[in-house]
């Protein structure tokens, strides 16, 4: 069926809506209209966002995410109907491709849905966290709280991705400046050095010759050195969605020396503050470590924890069955054993988080701050190794004349 968007106006309170409805023609999409009660003002197909360029352009951030849904939050809070609300959010929406989706809601639920029902139907912006905070927030009459835990959530998640990504830049801006300086030094300056000594008939250093050699391949086959580091990119991306590839490019970011600390830190901040959140919304203990297995985004810990979940459906506690994990820091089945005996998991395990969020703060400036040294000391190796490669042999042949 295809999608068209409409403007028509509703017979009962006279008022002028847009949204979107499915049919297989303009004409059926206006008697659907009809039959709801909404006479057409202007109906128009979707040709829709739908190619790549377009998806680029109007890719939905978090950030779009998050004032989606603290906005209708507030305003489910605030007593209006439920497909009110939904339209008065889409009036402020600016991403062209969120109001699309948010029109198809607005559809789904007018026709009689559940609004996790309409978000399922779009799991690649709503997660399964998100749908099942919303369902039981729909099932326990506070969606409005479970809308705002869902902000909560995803502000949360947006913050420690941010930090990791901003630690990260700084390393790959100056390896990026180091290659650059030595393709600079080889394509330019080391065949200079070339140029006189062979004119003066005499014998390159070691070094300068291999720095000669690597200069006069880039020059020559630079084409070939492009396609293989295309094949590379291409092959390597292909791999890391094969399900092998995923398993070890998970296990490798949970034992990369330097880093291994930051990557656990975060896995467990993830787990804890989804399961205090799924919990604290009236979510099954068990369905808890299903989403939350599939919310910490790495497979090798999300394994830990299923395998945790199997000895928990079979009657033991949740704090002894992580505690022998791998990957399931220790704090984390010690704050859980401290919440049973207190009949207070959730609010432990949001303690767990916070605590594991600070340290991943405190990690990310001491890597912050030890990396930017390294980096240095690196630079001017190379830097200075190039720069020695060539001057030596010019003072070599200054000596010599």
């Known amino acids: 069926m295809k999608k068209f968007f409409y403007e028509a106006r509703d017979k009962s309170s006279d008022k002028v809506v847009k949204s979107m409805v499915q049919a297989e023609s303009e004409r059926s999409a206006a008697k659907v209209l009809l039959e709801q009660g ?48 939904i339209r008065t959010v889409l009036e402020q929406t600016q991403n062209k491709r969120l ?34 905070l919303v369902s039981a927030g729909e099932a326990s009459g506070t969606l409005d709280e479970a809308l705002k835990r869902v902000a ?16 990260m830049t700084y390393p790959v801006i100056v390896l990026v400046v180091i290659l650059g300086v030595m393709i600079f030094m080889l394509l330019s300056v080391v065949p200079q050095v070339a140029k006189l000594y062979h004119d003066m008939k005499k014998t390159l250093p070691f070094l300068t010759q291999i720095m000669i050699n690597s200069a006069s391949f880039l020059i020559h086959y630079w084409w070939a050195v492009l396609i293989v580091i295309g094949a590379l990119i291409y092959f390597g991306r292909q791999y890391a969605r094969t399900e092998a590839g995923i398993k070890m490019f998970d296990t490798f970011k949970l034992n990369v020396p330097f880093f291994k600390g930051m990557f656990r830190k975060l896995y467990m901040a993830r787990f804890a503050r989804t399961g205090q959140t799924l919990l604290a919304t009236g979510v099954a203990m068990l369905d808890m470590l299903r989403i939350s297995a599939e919310g910490v985004s790495n497979v090798v ?64 400036r001491t890597i912050s701050t030890a990396i930017e040294p390294i980096l240095m000391v690196v630079l001017a190796v190379v830097a200075g190794g ?7 042999p010019i003072y070599s042949l200054v000596n010599g004349i």
């Open 38 to 85: 909404y006479v057409p003002l202007n109906i128009h197909e979707d040709t829709g966002e739908d190619s790549i360029f377009g998806k680029l352009a109007n890719r939905i951030t978090t950030k779009d995410k998050i004032v989606f849904t603290r906005q209708l939050a507030t305003l489910i809070g605030a007593g209006l109907p439920l497909a009110q609300s």
């Open 386 to 392: 190039m720069v020695g490669a060539i001057l030596f």
């Open 301 to 364: 810990v999300a394994a830990s924890i299923d395998r945790a979940s199997e000895k928990v459906k079979g009657g033991k506690a949740l704090s002894a069955s992580l505690e022998p994990e791998d990957y399931i820091l220790p704090m984390v089945p010690q704050m859980i054993k401290i919440g049973e005996q207190s009949g207070k998991i959730d609010e432990m395990m949001g303690k767990t988080a916070q605590v594991y969020e600070d340290e991943l703060d405190e990690e990310i």
């Open 152 to 167: 909560a959530q995803q502000e949360k998640d947006a913050a420690m991705m941010s930090k990791i990504k901003g630690a």
């Open 99 to 132: 109001q699309g989706i948010i029109q198809e809601v607005i559809a789904e639920v007018e026709g009689g849905r559940q609004l996790s029902e309409a978000f399922g139907k779009h799991p690649e912006v709503f997660d399964k966290i998100f749908l099942a």
